[in-house]
C-alpha cells in the first residue's frame, strides 16, 4: 500500500471511531468477542463489564449509548441513542480457566487506547490472543501432581507419601483428560471419573513405605477443587450481578458434588481407619509449609494458565498465605477459619496493589495464591462419617459435623478473602481506571483531530 492509500486509509479508520453508529455491527461484535474471551476462561462479571465498556470507549461509543446484560452462559448488547439502536447477542457454552487470556485482553484494551488501534488492528490482535498456547499437556499433567504433592506436605505427610500423592494425583490428571478430550465424556462425569481414580491409586500407598500412610486419601483429588467459579461466584455476588453469580455458585456446586462422589465411591470400596485420628497441627517446621505453599501455588498457576512473568510472584502469595495462616492458628491459638481469612485477605491487599506494576488482573495473581488454603482433613473427615454413619457413634457424628461446619466456614473465609479487598478497592481503582481511559481518549480525539 502507498503511503497516500494507507494515510487515506488510517484517516477513514480513525473516523470510524469518532462515529458511534458507524461500522457498528464490526464493533459489536468486537465488543462480544472481549466479553465471550473473558467469559469462558474464568474473569469475574466485574472485570468483563470493565473490559467492555473500557473496548466501547475505545470504539467512540460512549457510557450512555452502551448496555449490557450478562448471563453465565449469554452476553446481550445494546447500542443505542435517541435515533439508533443495535443489539447482539453471543452465547458462552464453553467455560475453563485460562489466565493467561484473561491478562491478555485486560493489556489489548489499554493498548488500544494507548496506541490508537484501528479496528482491523484491534480485531488482529484480539485474534492474537484468542490462538494464545496452553501449558503443555505434559506441564499441566505434572503441575497436578507436584500441586497434590505440596498439599499434602501441607497436611502434614512425609515425603514419601508426597510422592505417592503425586503419583495419585497425575493419573486423576490423565483419567480426566482422556475422558474429555479423547471419549467426549461430560466435563462433570470426567471430574468424577478423575476423583475416583486418584482416590483409588491414593488408598494403595498404605501398603508402601510412609509413616503417613492415609494423608494421599485427602490431597491427591485437589486438583479438582473449583477455587475460580467459587470465588468468582462470591465476586459477583457482591457486585450485585446476581444471575451470573447464582449460576457460577451451581456450577460449582456441581464440581463438588461430582469431585464428592467419585472419592466416596472410591472411599466405600477401601478399608481403611478414620480420618479422625489425623493431626491438625502437622509436624513440619515454617520452611517446609512455605516451599510447599509455593510449589503448590505455582503448580496450580500452571493449571490456570497464569503468564511465565506472573509465576513467581504466584508462589509468593502462596508463601504469605499459608504462613500468616499457620502464624495466627498454631503461635497465636486463633481459629483455622479466622487465621485463613487474614492470609487470603492478606494476599489479596497486595495484589490490589501490585497489580499496576503487574500488569495483570488481580483474579490472576490471587486465586492459585489461596488454593493451598483448602482444609483437606476435615472435608475428609465428614466424608468418611457420612459413609460410616450406620457404625459411628454419636460422639463420632458430632465430631465429624463439627469438621464440616468448620470446612464450610474456611472455605468461605478463603472466598471472602480473596474477593472483599477488591471490592473494598473497586471505586478507587475504577476512578483511577476512569481517569486514566479519559486522557487516553482525549489523546485519541487530539490526535484525530
Not at 93 to 100: Q, S
Request: some cysteine.
Amino acid at each position: 500500500m502507498r503511503d497516500d492509500d494507507f494515510k487515506t486509509y488510517y484517516s477513514e479508520q480513525q473516523e470510524l471511531l469518532r462515529e458511534a453508529f458507524a461500522e457498528i455491527g464490526l464493533k459489536a461484535e468486537l465488543i462480544l468477542t472481549v466479553g465471550q474471551l473473558l467469559m469462558e476462561n474464568g474473569a469475574d462479571t466485574p472485570q468483563i463489564v470493565r473490559d467492555m465498556k473500557r473496548v466501547a470507549a475505545y470504539m467512540g461509543i460512549s457510557a450512555e449509548k452502551f448496555h449490557l446484560h450478562i448471563m453465565y452462559t449469554t452476553l446481550m448488547l445494546n447500542i443505542s441513542d435517541e435515533h439508533h439502536s443495535h443489539t447482539s447477542f453471543r452465547k458462552c457454552p464453553k467455560h475453563a480457566v485460562n489466565m493467561k487470556i484473561i491478562s491478555a485482553v485486560s493489556r489489548l484494551t489499554w493498548r488500544a487506547l494507548r496506541d490508537h488501534y484501528t479496528l482491523d488492528e484491534f480485531r488482529g490482535e484480539l485474534e492474537a490472543v484468542a490462538k494464545r498456547p496452553r501449558y503443555p499437556h505434559w506441564m499441566t499433567v505434572c503441575a497436578a501432581g507436584t500441586g497434590c504433592g505440596a498439599f499434602c506436605t501441607l497436611f502434614g505427610c512425609d515425603i514419601n507419601a508426597a510422592i505417592y500423592t503425586a503419583v495419585a494425583a497425575i493419573i486423576g490428571k490423565l483419567v480426566q483428560m482422556q475422558c474429555a478430550e479423547r471419549f467426549g465424556v461430560n466435563v462433570y462425569v470426567s471430574m468424577m471419573g478423575a476423583a475416583f481414580s486418584a482416590t483409588m491409586v491414593a488408598y494403595f500407598s498404605h501398603l508402601l513405605p510412609t509413616a503417613t500412610a492415609w494423608h494421599p486419601l485427602i490431597a491427591a483429588a485437589l486438583f479438582l477443587v473449583p477455587g475460580v467459579p467459587m470465588i468468582n461466584a462470591l465476586s459477583d455476588m457482591l457486585n450485585t450481578y446476581l444471575i451470573s453469580g447464582a449460576a457460577r455458585t451451581i456450577h460449582t456446586l456441581i464440581i463438588i458434588g461430582a469431585m464428592t462422589f467419585g472419592i466416596v465411591f472410591a472411599i466405600g470400596m477401601a478399608d481403611f481407619d478414620s480420618f479422625t485420628n489425623l493431626a491438625m497441627r502437622p509436624d513440619s517446621d515454617y520452611l517446609i509449609f512455605a516451599l510447599a505453599a509455593a510449589i503448590g501455588a505455582m503448580s496450580f498457576a500452571i493449571f490456570f494458565n497464569v503468564p511465565p512473568r506472573l509465576l513467581l510472584a504466584v508462589a509468593a502469595g502462596g508463601l504469605i498465605c499459608v504462613c500468616t495462616r499457620n502464624f495466627l492458628v498454631f503461635e497465636l491459638g486463633m481459629s483455622s477459619a479466622v487465621g485463613t481469612l487474614a492470609g487470603a485477605t492478606l494476599v489479596s491487599v497486595i495484589a490490589v496493589e501490585v497489580v499496576h506494576w503487574l500488569h495483570a488482573p488481580s483474579l490472576v495473581l490471587v486465586v492459585p495464591a489461596v488454593i493451598p488454603l483448602v482444609p483437606g482433613v476435615l472435608i475428609y473427615r465428614l466424608l468418611f462419617a457420612i459413609i460410616n454413619i450406620r457404625r459411628i457413634t454419636v460422639d463420632e457424628l458430632l465430631s465429624a459435623v463439627q469438621s464440616g461446619v468448620d470446612a464450610l466456614l474456611i472455605i468461605l473465609a478463603i472466598a471472602i478473602g480473596a474477593a472483599m479487598p477488591n471490592i473494598f478497592a473497586s471505586r478507587s481503582l475504577a476512578r483511577l481506571s476512569k481517569d486514566k481511559q479519559e486522557k487516553l481518549l482525549n489523546e485519541i480525539y487530539e490526535t484525530r483531530d
